[in-house]
Structures are given as C-alpha cells and as structure tokens.
C-alpha cells in the first residue's frame, strides 16, 4: 500500500485553531490551563496550541515536556533499556487543568503512562487529553477530550504524523505496517 495523505499542512493549521477554541470553551479561560507534550511529536503539537491560544486570549500558557518511558507497560519487551530523556515541566501542576498533548491515540497505553507519570509529579485539578489522530483500537478505557481528526483504520495499517519541528513536513499519512517496519 502506498502510503494516503490523509491530512496537510492547511488541514493540520486549521486542526490546531478548532481544538484550541475547543479547549477555550470547555474550561471558560486559559487561567488555569497547561500543556503538557507527549515526547516526540506530541512536543511540538502541544507548543502550536499554546501559541494558537495566546493569539486568541492574549495569555501565555504554562508548558511543559513529559518524558513517559519508564511508565510504560511495555518494558520487558523493548530490549536492553528504554530510550530516557527529559521531562522540562517547569511549573507547578497541583490545582492546574493539564492538557495532556499527543499525536495519535492508539490502545490508549501511551496516554495512560503519561497520565501516571503526571500523577508522580503532583495532583492537577483535572488531565484532559489532546490528540491530533483518533485511530480507535483502544485496549484501555481511555478517551481523549479533544480529537483533531478521526481516521478508522485496520490493525495491519500505521498512521504517521510528519511534524515540521520534526520532520521538515506538516503531514499525516496512513500506510501499511509492513511500509512503516522498512521506514523505521
């Protein structure tokens, strides 16, 4: 299967601008919001929101990096030792409403490492997750409060997300697993 832009640019920027008004509306203000970016692209997604709600609102947003690694469920599996790097959260989190922000939600382990790794750092007043791609398959009970695109697919698929902070491009694609393997 040749990988499908399912999303460009364009798409992506207007994405941004819906779930950033989303979030205004759900918590009344940006008072008492932070993001908080799921390492690798969910980084950069989350830095797009904060700069599309001070355009907004005028406000800076508090921001934050999580690095999840060592939550994940999934250890054994991963060899020698998970890849660490640094979670910069350079705020307090008790009593602030957390977006947590992420690319793509899958089974929902991801977001629920996440969400525990936050949990050590402090008690927020509330975690709403923020994804750019819903691609269902969940395996945990984990629904994301703002979902920038739906887009069923099988099991045997993989939805990439290009990032230009990361990748040089705004793009979301789906291919096959296989075409990904060779990819990575």
Known sequence: MTPKVIAGAEDIRRIIARISHEIL???????????????TRGVPLAQRLASSIKQFEGLDVPLGILDFSL???????????????????????????????????????????AIDALIDLGRPASIQLAVL???????LPIRPDYVGKNIPSSKHEDIVVHLSEVDGIDEI????????????
Not at 133 to 139: F, L, M, T, Y
């Open 71 to 113: 939550y994940r469920d999934d250890l054994a599996h991963q060899g020698p030792g998970p890849l660490v790097r640094a979670t910069n959260i350079p705020f307090n989190i008790d009593n602030e409403i957390i977006i947590l922000v992420d690319d793509v939600i899958f089974t929902g382990r991801s977001a629920r490492a």
């Open 133 to 139: 791609v819903d691609r269902g398959h969940r395996e």
């Open 173 to 184: 694609l789906i291919t096959s697993s296989q075409e990904t393997m060779k990819e990575g």
């Open 25 to 39: 509306e759900r918590n009344h203000s940006s008072k008492d919001l932070a993001f908080i970016g799921m390492r």
